[in-house]
């Protein structure tokens, strides 16, 4: 069977879906800046990240499906299925939510978690579904409590409903957010109105949506108790502290593989 596909309609459906969006961003636009931090995205190794992330969404979930999204010329990735679309790179976050609609109004939907590519499975998240349809997690004491790199959902009608609500806030934002804040903005922009009536899980961020905190120590049991680390923002422009934490979580996956 084929693993690369040119739509979603022709996907195979699973029982539970890591879904991971990455095309390379367009001459010209690698420098993006938010929050007050520069990010040049030609310096990054996103090869490195991209293998990674399908390695330890598949070591805790080997029966799960990764759905690797991606336009032409994208990263090659192994052990994925793969739908390549016709993207031009200019408006990476607003193709992000745009292919994450199209997922989700497809027959291959079910259980899905959608994750930003420096997000990485770090515990087995089956018991992390329930009776909701969307997951997110948050952060308290912030204008834009939830936040877009970890989505948890249900593959239900309310669930297609939340991703119609998504792009629809997303096309509403000025072109100047369309680019690469949008997402976060939108998908908070629905949260917080009376449109989606589906049932709503909030998470911490502290445990299913780490990011570690700059010259901070931690002890092996703080970081095994997350079930995501993410290591967005500069960390991706840091290659050695990045590759510790890479280092620490290909130990600790190959030791619970040992003790299963």
Known sequence: MPDTYSSFSLVPSAKLTFFVFHNPIAKGHEKVETRGFVLDHSTVDFSEILNHF???????????????????????????DTVILDLDGTEPMYDRVTAMHSFAHSDAFSATVFLDSDAFVN????SEFGNFDIGVTVREGVKERANEGVIFCAGTPAARHFFELYLEAYKTLPKDKRRWEGGQRSLNLVLGS??????VKEYPVETHNFTPRSNTPYSHAQLAAKYIIHLKGKWKSEAAPREAYLNFQRRKLAADRNQA
């Not at 805790?60 to 994925?80: C, W």
């Not at 009376?194 to 049932?199: E, I, K, L, R």
């Open 54 to 80: 399908v390695l330890m969404a598949k070591g805790y979930h080997p029966d799960a499906r990764v759905l690797y999204v991606t336009g032409p010329g994208g990263i090659p990735l192994a052990d994925v």
């Open 123 to 126: 515990r087995p998240l089956t």
């Open 194 to 199: 009376s449109g989606f009536n589906g049932t």
